[in-house]
């Protein structure tokens, strides 16, 4: 036993010393490992501190801390008297170079952008560079992660210590977090934001698939063979299940995006904000998800002439301003917020970020904790890092003051109980200013500045530098250059301290030697740092969406009586003159003639309807508002996993300049690149909401959008088109191959599902798809096809199809040519949604017509009229009175092509689209007929919530004029402060006012891209 005992001690003892090294050739050299810092205040995490006390360092741990240690006999003592330790800073994103895995390799992904089997650890690790400048701002471990892709791999915690040659820095952890991101890019698969979220969801649901397959055949040995191949991919996300989601995002509505995610896997998570995160303060603060924040704050707009400054929106210029305030913000919402250098441009401005933070409100101990324990805790590491304690890792700043103060100089950093020196410390004893004289004749008088090691001389006029300093606190030798006039050339000269003055002898160029002496006249002029010119802005209240028209809080539902007005009912009562309508808890409690209406309650607001016209809230049954980072997941010809609810941008102004024309709800509809698109997303124009998904029309059908025709084919993109179908037949072939495989995919689940508990436990789980998901519903009727089509034969074709496969068809989008196949629309479909009077815009729609809508309603299809754009959807009211002037539609009847017939289209027809009892409080009053030209929304009610009148419409144009002046001056004050990037730098992409992608249109089909 005590033999085992002394060889396991010997194996434990080697480990620590280097594997293979020379021969001892003398004394065995000394490893200083013992350290005692003692007369420190030390602060031993944020809100704690001890004076003075003592730190024992031991082999790289700290051992202990305390006011009243002695230190231990053998240790290196350092007298820290009059200075500051703290915890070395943590941080918590260091990307860094890792190789690909293996394109061939039959284990990896087959997604290129899945890579969770990387490591951090993998590639040569954070730099000596990147060492070098996180050791001199207080950094002393960073979480290194692998960047590229939307699951990129693990970050692993080291040390940035200075590791002996063709060594590697000192791990912490080896796996601290998976970081993912919602990258996408033009010209591959995922193209838009929608379909990178739909990648990263279906590949967390693959790995859970993949643990339950090998489980099961790990149980029964018979079922191996039928197992889910091997994936180094996979495997690697089971084996890290336990690790938080770390998201990298780029703008504040993706930290409620990946939250979503995270939530739906059941997994911890934190994101990498963007610094705009005081958007969407409330929503992201209800998340409690942490945030490691980014000090990168924009560059004041460029507004230097009068064409720039109209392009900066109010919400570029408030973000600008507001942006330091995000730390403050966040905190005072409850959020854990941690701080990063990452993002920033130079990473030398750091400390002067974190002061413009604090001089918005956050306290030294918030900060403090934003760079150490908060990390640790993030990264799992609370245990060795983040705060100075026994058995803690010995990474310590020690500095000459508290640790944000202006004047503080960082002297040196403990890492792993490494020393580095950060600055000198300064040299006392000669620091000031001497009049020095050379014994000469006459005698030569010379002034001296001694500041550290640099000596300034000036002979006569003439400021010269003195070079070769070598000094300590009582000796000084050095050189000077021109001193003697006799003779040309560089006089060295030595001198010591004695009885106040520095005596010395000076060797002349000619060899012989002078005495000399100098008397202290005063210290060096002190040099002044520039003053800091930062303000922090005013922590005013943020409205919601944040910019011009936000609101600083949703009206509230109060109760509304219109009296005598002429009531357009949108039901089969049709138009009411001396009608009255009164909504109530944000629902219509009566409409009707008004001397049938009761009394309004005592707190309703009045409106006198004399001469006004309400109607139902217009519905948009083709939109593309409010969608962010692309349209179009343009990378595959299905996408059925995609959702357009994903990304709602609560944000779009559009919603707005909507509200003003009468629309309270529209369906947002993934674009027409694919012959089977992504999932479509009904929304009410709530807007100042709070979170994007409170706009979601609880209630109605899902949707799903189709394209048939020359989009789907890629017929007009630039380029060789590799990509199937690129024929009609490929598109009738495709979207008939996708029903048969979910029609098969929906008989595994129902087969699996029904097996009894012991049955299912001895087969294979069967894998979730969500493609198939989607087009199983639509088989079952659960989801209603939206299908984009102009030609008459394909209408048909897919008539055919629905038949074939036992569904109907929501409805035909656009259907130029539908009054050609008016009879098989109404057998076959619920509706088609039209285009009013559009033609001629592409070859395929050369035989459309404006009497198209009429004539489909005469042949009984249920028709709509809708805007596929920003600008049109303003105006629906006038684009349903073109079936009165093309086809005679009767007025009633007409209107409802805006309001009833698309909310039974979208299956929200229970809520909403006309004015009966019960129904949802949205409607829209107009000043004159609403078919006219001449009528103008005055005001808009969504929930039986005014969110747009005319009157409060001014008010909001005065106070965000009154804004962008101030803050126009503002930033012509700060434009001397630009460092003169460009504004296409991807470093500031996420600053822009407005997610600028492009309006989407039917005549391209690729429409807009991040």
């Given amino acids: 036993m005590r033999s085992t005992a002394f060889v396991l001690g010997a194996m434990l003892g080697a480990a620590v010393l280097p594997a293979q090294g020379p021969p001892a050739n003398g004394p065995e050299p000394?490893?200083?490992?013992?350290?005692?810092?003692?007369?420190?205040?030390?602060?031993?995490?944020?809100?704690?501190?001890?004076?003075?006390?003592?730190?024992?360092?031991?082999?790289?741990?700290?051992?202990?801390?305390?006011?009243?240690?002695?230190?231990?006999?053998?240790?290196?003592?350092?007298?820290?008297?009059?200075?500051?330790?703290?915890?070395?800073?943590?941080?918590?994103?260091?990307?860094?170079?890792?190789?690909?895995?293996?394109?061939?390799?039959?284990t990896t992904h087959w997604h290129p952008a899945i890579l969770p089997q990387r490591s951090g650890l993998q590639g040569d690790g954070a730099t000596a560079q990147d060492r070098k400048a996180l050791r001199e701002l207080g950094f002393a471990a960073a979480a290194i992660a692998p960047t590229g892709g939307v699951v990129k791999?693990?970050?692993?915690?080291?040390?940035?210590?200075?590791?002996?040659?063709?060594?590697?820095?000192?791990?912490?952890?080896?796996?601290?977090?998976?970081?993912?991101?919602?990258?996408?890019?033009?010209?591959?698969?995922?193209?838009?934001?929608?379909?990178?979220?739909?990648?990263?969801?279906?590949?967390?649901?693959?790995?859970?698939?993949?643990?339950?397959?090998?489980?099961?055949?790990?149980?029964?040995?018979?079922?191996?063979?039928?197992?889910?191949?091997?994936?180094?991919?996979?495997?690697?996300?089971?084996?890290?299940?336990?690790?938080?989601?770390?998201?990298d995002v780029d703008d504040e509505l993706e930290v409620l995006r990946v939250a979503k995610l995270a939530t739906e896997a059941s997994r911890t998570a934190f994101a990498f904000g963007s610094g705009m995160e005081f958007r969407r303060l409330a929503a992201i603060a209800a998340q409690k998800l942490p945030i490691v924040v980014p000090l990168h704050f924009p560059e004041p707009p460029d507004v230097s002439t009068i064409a720039r400054s109209e392009r900066v929106s109010l919400r570029h210029l408030l973000s600008w301003e507001q942006a330091p305030t995000n730390s403050k913000r966040l905190l005072d919402a409850g959020c854990r917020i941690a701080w990063t250098t990452a993002r920033l441009p130079q990473r030398g401005d750091f400390r002067e970020r974190v002061a413009d933070a604090m001089a918005c409100g956050v306290t030294a101990d918030q900060a403090l904790a934003a760079l150490t324990t908060v990390p640790a805790e993030l990264l799992g590491v609370q245990d060795r890092l983040g705060t100075i304690a026994p058995g803690r890792l010995a990474n310590l700043v020690v500095a000459t003051g508290e640790p944000f103060a202006a004047a503080t100089k960082l002297r040196t950093i403990w890492v792993g109980g490494q020393r580095h020196e950060l600055s000198a410390t300064p040299m006392a004893g000669l620091d000031g200013a001497w009049q020095m004289t050379l014994d000469t004749t006459p005698p030569t008088g010379v002034a001296l500045q001694v500041q550290g090691r640099d000596v300034q001389g000036k002979i006569g006029d003439q400021d010269v530098a003195a070079t070769a300093v070598n000094r300590d606190d009582e000796r000084l030798d050095f050189a000077l250059a021109g001193l003697l006039t006799s003779q040309p050339g560089t006089v060295l000269l030595h001198g010591r301290l004695a009885a106040g003055q520095l005596q010395g002898?000076?060797?002349?160029?000619?060899?012989?030697?002078?005495?000399?002496?100098?008397?202290?006249?005063?210290?060096?002029?002190?040099?002044?740092?520039?003053?800091?010119?930062?303000?922090?802005?005013?922590?005013?209240?943020?409205?919601?969406?944040?910019?011009?028209?936000?609101?600083?809080?949703?009206?509230a539902a109060l109760p509304v009586f219109v009296r005598d007005v002429t009531l357009w009912t949108g039901d089969d009562r049709g138009i009411l003159e001396h009608g009255a309508l009164l909504v109530r808890d944000g629902a219509i409690a009566f409409a009707g003639r008004l001397e049938d209406a009761p009394a309004p309650p005592s707190d309703a607001i009045v409106i006198d309807g004399k001469g006004k016209h309400v109607t139902p809230g217009i519905i948009d049954c083709h939109s593309h508002t409010g969608i962010s980072r692309g349209i179009n997941e343009g990378g595959q010809a299905v996408t059925a996993e995609v959702r357009v609810q994903d990304v709602i941008d609560p944000d779009d102004?559009?919603?707005?300049?909507?509200?003003?024309?009468?629309?309270?709800?529209?369906?947002?509809?993934?674009?027409?690149?694919?012959?089977?698109?992504?999932?479509?997303?009904?929304?009410?124009?709530?807007?100042?909401?709070?979170?994007?998904?409170?706009?979601?029309?609880?209630?109605?059908?899902?949707?799903?959008?189709?394209?048939l025709g020359e989009n789907p084919r890629r017929a007009n993109s630039d380029g060789p088109n590799p990509?199937?179908?690129?024929?009609?037949?490929?598109?009738?072939?495709?979207?008939?191959?996708?029903?048969?495989?979910?029609?098969?995919?929906?008989?595994?689940?129902?087969?699996?599902?029904?097996?009894?508990?012991?049955?299912?436990?001895?087969?294979?789980?069967?894998?979730?798809?969500?493609?198939?998901?989607?087009?199983?519903?639509?088989?079952?009727?659960?989801?209603?096809?939206?299908?984009?089509?102009?030609?008459?034969?394909e209408i048909f074709m897919l008539c055919k199809l629905a038949g074939e496969f036992g569904f109907k068809i929501g409805t035909f989008q656009h259907v130029l040519e539908g009054y050609k196949v008016a009879d098989t629309i109404a057998q076959h479909a619920i509706g088609a949604s039209s285009f009013s009077d559009w033609w001629a815009y592409k070859f395929e729609v050369y035989d459309a017509i404006p009497d198209n809508g009429a004539i489909l309603h005469a042949a009984g299809v249920l028709v709509s009229f809708n805007s596929d754009s920003n600008e049109l959807a303003r105006r629906l009211n006038t684009e349903a009175g073109k079936a009165v002037k093309y086809g005679g539609v009767p007025r009633a009847a007409a209107l409802q092509f805006v309001t009833l017939n698309p909310a039974i289209q979208l299956g929200i027809d229970g809520r909403t689209g006309s004015l009966s009892?019960?129904?949802?409080?949205?409607?829209?009053?107009?000043?004159?007929?609403?078919?006219?030209?001449?009528?103008?929304?005055?005001?808009?009610?969504?929930?039986?919530?005014?969110?747009?009148?005319?009157?409060?419409?001014?008010?909001?144009?005065?106070?965000?004029?009154?804004?962008?002046?101030?803050?126009?001056?503002?930033?012509?004050?700060?434009?001397?402060?630009?460092?003169?990037?460009?504004?296409?730098d991807p470093r500031d992409a996420f600053w822009a006012a407005e997610d600028l992608t492009a309006d989407y249109c039917c005549r391209d089909c690729d429409g807009g891209g991040r």
């Fill in 30 to 106: 000394f490893r200083p490992g013992w350290h005692a810092l003692t007369g420190a205040t030390v602060i031993v995490r944020p809100g704690e501190r001890l004076a003075p006390a003592t730190i024992v360092v031991r082999d790289g741990r700290i051992t202990a801390v305390g006011k009243d240690l002695t230190p231990p006999a053998g240790a290196t003592i350092h007298d820290c008297q009059g200075l500051t330790i703290w915890p070395a800073f943590v941080e918590s994103l260091l990307t860094v170079d890792v190789p690909q895995p293996d394109a061939d390799s039959a």
């Fill in 153 to 247: 791999g693990t970050a692993a915690v080291v040390l940035l210590d200075e590791p002996p040659t063709g060594g590697k820095t000192t791990v912490v952890r080896e796996h601290a977090y998976l970081l993912c991101s919602l990258q996408s890019s033009f010209g591959g698969h995922p193209s838009a934001q929608m379909g990178a979220i739909a990648l990263l969801r279906q590949t967390l649901l693959d790995a859970d698939w993949y643990r339950r397959s090998q489980q099961t055949a790990a149980a029964r040995p018979e079922l191996r063979a039928q197992a889910p191949a091997p994936s180094a991919a996979l495997q690697a996300l089971v084996d890290r299940a336990e690790l938080p989601l770390a998201f």
């Fill in 505 to 555: 002898t000076a060797v002349a160029p000619d060899g012989s030697e002078i005495a000399w002496t100098a008397t202290r006249t005063g210290d060096v002029p002190q040099k002044t740092d520039k003053p800091r010119t930062f303000q922090p802005p005013p922590l005013t209240p943020l409205t919601q969406p944040f910019g011009a028209f936000g609101l600083a809080a949703m009206p």
């Fill in 653 to 707: 102004v559009n919603w707005y300049r909507e509200l003003a024309g009468g629309v309270t709800s529209v369906s947002q509809l993934h674009g027409s690149a694919n012959a089977i698109g992504g999932q479509s997303s009904t929304v009410k124009l709530r807007w100042g909401c709070a979170h994007p998904d409170d706009m979601a029309f609880a209630g109605g059908v899902p949707g799903i959008k189709f394209a």
């Fill in 723 to 793: 990509r199937y179908p690129n024929t009609r037949m490929g598109v009738e072939a495709l979207i008939r191959d996708r029903f048969v495989a979910a029609a098969e995919y929906r008989r595994r689940l129902l087969a699996y599902d029904a097996l009894p508990p012991r049955d299912r436990a001895a087969v294979l789980p069967p894998r979730r798809d969500l493609e198939l998901d989607a087009l199983a519903e639509v088989l079952t009727g659960a989801r209603r096809v939206h299908c984009h089509a102009y030609r008459q034969d």
């Fill in 917 to 984: 009892r019960g129904k949802d409080g949205d409607f829209a009053i107009w000043s004159d007929d609403p078919l006219s030209y001449r009528a103008r929304c005055e005001a808009t009610f969504v929930d039986g919530r005014m969110l747009f009148s005319l009157d409060r419409d001014q008010d909001l144009r005065t106070t965000a004029a009154k804004e962008r002046a101030r803050l126009l001056q503002k930033a012509l004050a700060a434009g001397g402060e630009r460092k003169g990037r460009s504004a296409k």
